[in-house]
Each structure stands twice: as C-alpha cells, then as structure tokens.
C-alpha cells in the first residue's frame, strides 16, 4: 500500500471518527456546569473524614488508592521493559568515559543548584497532602536533580552518586511499599488499603493517616523510576563514545 | 463557545492520531502518541471544571467554597506521568530498531527478522 | 468562559499542529517542551496546579532530555556507520 493511499484511507478514518466524536460531545454538558455528584460530595466531605487539605491528593492515594496502586505497577512494568531492551548487549564499559562540563561557570552553578532542586523535591512530596504537590510531581522533580549532577558535572559523578544496583532496590522497594500498606492495612482488620493510622490535625504534617505513607512510597518510586530511565539513556550514548574511541 | 474545549480535546486526539499514521521517523511518533494522551487531560479537565470554581485544596480557602471536581485532576496526574515513561518505552524501542536495522522509518521496519 | 482559558485553548492547539506537522527532529524536541509549557498554562487556568505541576515536570525536563539523548545515540551511530 502506497504512502498516499494510506494517507487517504486514514483521513477518511479519522473524518468518520471526528463525527462520532462530536456525536458525543454535544451530548455533554456545556463548559463550567459541572453535573456529577461525586466531586461535589467528596470536597464537602473530605476534610472531615481524612484531614488532609489537598483533596486531590487524598483522591490519589485513599479514595481511589486501587487505582494508583494499578498506575505505578504500569510505571514499574514499562521501566522494566525499557530496562530489558536497553541492557541487552551491552558489552562496553562505560566507566572511561570522560564528559566534563566544559565551564567553570556551570559547574559553580551546579554545585549550588543540586541540593537546592533536590531539598525542593523532597518539600514537594512531604507537602503532598496539604499543599500542591505530591509523590509524583516530587519524584520526578527529584530525579532532575540528579540528573543536574551529571548536566553541571560530570558522567562518572553521577553514575557514582546513582548506582544502578541502589535505583533498582529503591524503585522496587516504592512499588512494593504501597502493596505493603494495602496488605498492612487488609490485616489489621479493614479493606486493602483502608485508612485506618491516626487522622491528626487538618493543615498540618501528621494528618491524612496512610496518605503520607503511600505518598513516600510512590515519591521513592516514581524518582527511582526516572532515574534508571536516564541513566539508561545516557549509557546508550556513553557507549557510543566508548566503541568511537 | 462552551463546547471550545472538548472540540480542542478532540482536535488534539486527531492530530495526534494523525501524526502517528504519518510520521517518517519513529522518534516523531512517540511525540505524537504523546500529543494524543494530551488530548485525553484536557477533556478530563474540561469535563471537571465548575464555573467560578477555585483548586480543591483547601488550606488557605474556607471549605465552604465552591471548588471544581477533584476526582478528575486526581485521574490525570497519574496519567501524565505514567504517560511519558510509555513514551520513554518507545523511544527505547526506536533506539533499539535502528542499531538493528540502522533505518528509524517505519515504512521500511516491516519484516519480521530472526 | 473567561479570555484566558480561550487563550489558553487557541495557543495549545496551535502548538499540538505544530508538533505534529514538523519532521525536523531537533525542533520538534524543542517545540514540544513549549507544547507543554501552554499545556501547563491551560492547565492552571482551569484551576488544577496538581496536574500543572506534573505536566510542568515531565514535559520540560523529563521527556526533553529522553527525546535529545536518544537522538545523539542515533546520530552517533550514523555517522559512525558512515
């Protein structure tokens, strides 16, 4: 089949799928009349029942905590697919590998710029369940701080500061730490993944019961996960200078 | 004008749709799958919205006010970063087809090769 | 509908046709960190900074950097096939 009529045959496709689609969208409701009765009672009742002030976050990791637990297993299954096709055959040793940043200024910068990306990491997911905020945004915003160690710096820095055998514990120890909570909580007494710690004060650190927990744990995974993802990548093209070489 | 975002959903879902069907690099479709997934946040989105509604995080605004639907952002924000390691997926799989083949179009990645 | 959120929308679909429509492969690894960017405009304006956030995070630091370092590893080993 030729480029054009593939081409052909696929603008008639989407033409017949651009209609069904408004089909379906004039039978919505219009913008900003939100009908569902779900949200509403959920933000009239949750700061009640869980303490915690980011409702949202509450949603991700206790009301519909199943949910989440099934995302980060697909996070965790795709980081091992990436991590199967990428360390096969690799047969370079890519620890003589010299990539310095080239300038003084750079490097000043990034010695100032890590802690500080990965302090403010670190406050993004301890926040998580009152402000803004949470395990994902955090676990990847820690991960670039990381990474920042090998972009103001130098590759075998970074593959020192992340070894590859520390990141695939962690991001193990991440996926499982939320089944763990859920089984915890199964025999303790309640449902898989029921809140059932303490609840504490509304706004501050301690509240929420297992919020915080499952929090840490996908804020360990998700970063864990990113970093193997990078340090996957950079080593592709680490061995590419090596065999250049 | 209040169906304006669920048409840009739907135009972005298409586009993207169509970028994957068209693309002569497998790099440029992974960015494409992205652009369609993007599609998806926003009728999530526009679905969940409320007029004069504010964010649902209620530390610093009194919880009598009215705020938009929680579940939906609560939906999306494990999409996105679910999505995007998908598309790093992807691009493994592209890195990996053209240090076999040594071509990333996919018009000529058609045979099975032992 | 307040003038942002239709701002917000033009700029999005804009920039979702232009990431489509560009072969180049350098620049629309560029062109999709501002996708993103607008996504994250539209996203706050529809009062969600959970989900701004996350889009903030994946799509101008993550996924730039997959995106760029995949292509080097490609170009290297072209030009060293050559």
């Given amino acids: ?245 | 004008m209040s169906y304006a975002p669920y048409a840009v959903a739907v135009w972005l879902l298409l586009a993207g749709l169509f970028g994957i069907v068209t693309s002569k690099n497998l790099i440029h479709l992974a960015l494409c799958v992205t652009v369609a997934q993007s599609g998806t946040y926003v009728l999530l989105l526009a679905i969940g919205y409320r007029e004069h509604g504010t964010a649902p995080i209620f530390s610093d605004v009194p919880r009598s006010r009215r705020a938009v639907d929680p579940v939906v952002q609560a939906l999306t924000l494990t999409d996105i970063v679910v999505g995007v390691t998908v598309a790093a997926l992807l691009l493994a799989l592209a890195v990996k087809a053209h240090e076999r083949t040594g071509t990333l179009d996919p018009a000529e990645l058609r045979e099975l090769r032992g | 509908m307040i003038g942002v959120q239709i701002a917000a929308l033009a700029l999005v679909a804009a920039f979702g046709l232009a990431v489509v429509l560009v072969q180049d492969l350098v620049r629309v690894a560029m062109l999709y960190g501002i996708y993103g960017l607008t996504l994250v405009v539209l996203l706050v304006v529809f009062q969600a900074p959970d989900v701004a956030l996350s889009e903030l995070v994946v799509s101008m630091v993550a996924f730039p950097v997959i995106v760029v370092t995949a292509l080097a590893t490609i170009r290297r080993r072209e030009r060293r096939g050559q």
């Avoid at chain 1, 039978?27 to 939100?34: A, D, K, M, N, T």
């Avoid at chain 1, 989440?68 to 620890?95: D, S, W, Y």
């Avoid at chain 1, 915890?184 to 501050?204: M, R, S, V």
């Fill in chain 1, 1 to 245: 089949m030729t480029r054009q009529s593939r081409v052909g045959l696929c603008a008639v496709g989407l033409a017949g799928l651009a209609a069904l689609l408004a089909w379906g969208i004039a039978g919505l409701e219009p913008f900003g009349h939100y009908p569902g009765p779900y949200g509403t009672i959920l933000n009239a009742v949750e700061p009640q029942e869980r303490h915690a002030a980011n409702v949202v976050a509450a949603v991700v990791f206790d009301y519909r905590g199943v949910d989440t637990l099934g995302e980060e297993l697909i996070l965790f299954c795709a980081v091992m697919g990436l991590a199967f096709l990428l360390r096969e055959n690799r047969e370079e040793n890519t620890r003589s590998v010299r990539d310095r940043a080239s300038s003084d200024a750079v490097r000043a910068v990034g010695i100032v710029a890590v802690p500080v990306v990965v302090l403010l990491a670190l406050d993004l997911i301890a926040h998580g369940y009152i402000t803004p905020g949470g395990g994902f945004q955090g676990g990847v915003a820690a991960s670039a701080g990381l990474l920042l160690v090998y972009l103001a710096g130098d590759w075998r820095a970074m593959r020192r500061a992340g070894p590859l055998r520390l990141v695939d514990v962690a991001e193990a120890g991440g996926a499982a730490g939320f089944v763990v909570v859920g089984f915890a909580t199964l025999i303790a007494g309640g449902a898989f993944l029921e809140n059932l710690l303490p609840l504490g004060t509304f706004g501050k650190l301690t509240s929420g019961g297992t919020i915080p927990v499952a929090n840490w744990c996908v804020g360990l995974e998700v970063s864990a996960a990113f970093v193997l993802i990078f340090l996957e990548f950079l080593e592709e093209i680490m061995a590419e200078r090596a065999r250049d070489r």
